[in-house]
């Protein structure tokens, strides 16, 4: 069976940290971009972060950039989100998708993990 799992999310204060991790099955991680994506409450999905498959290129939006890091571990099948320096404003669900190259927009992605709660708040 083909699926991405998702783990990782909860509450945390502002200024904590999180991390994120996609793991998948029924298909070679490696072989795919593994895109990370937001939905928030009365918000559009966005995209967040990026890690291509065939140059190791990783993609971040300005407003997470410095703060959030995306990586691999392909011999695990797994992706991770480390989330630094967390603000109130990055409440939302959290997805990992899959496709093979990274695109901002989740039109064409062909898996998606089932999404993780991530909410800062004091």
């Known amino acids: 069976q083909v699926q991405l799992v998702e783990s990782g999310g909860g509450l945390v204060r502002p200024d904590g940290s999180l991390t994120l991790s996609c793991a998948s099955s029924?298909?070679?991680?490696?072989?795919?971009?593994i895109g990370w994506f937001r939905h928030a409450p009365g918000k559009e999905r966005e995209g967040v972060s990026c890690?291509?498959?065939?140059?190791?290129?990783?993609y971040y939006q300005d407003f997470v950039k410095g703060r959030f890091t995306v990586s691999r571990d392909n011999t695990k099948n797994t992706a991770y989100l480390q989330m630094n320096s967390l603000k109130p404003e990055d409440t939302a669900v959290y997805y990992c998708?899959?496709?093979?190259?990274?695109?901002?927009?989740?039109?064409?992605?062909?898996?998606w993990g089932q999404g993780t709660q991530v909410t800062v708040s004091s």
């Open positions: 029924g298909f070679t991680l490696a072989d795919y971009a």
């Open positions: 890690s291509s498959a065939s140059d190791g290129d990783t």
């Open positions: 998708a899959a496709q093979w190259v990274c695109n901002w927009h989740p039109t064409g992605y062909d898996y």
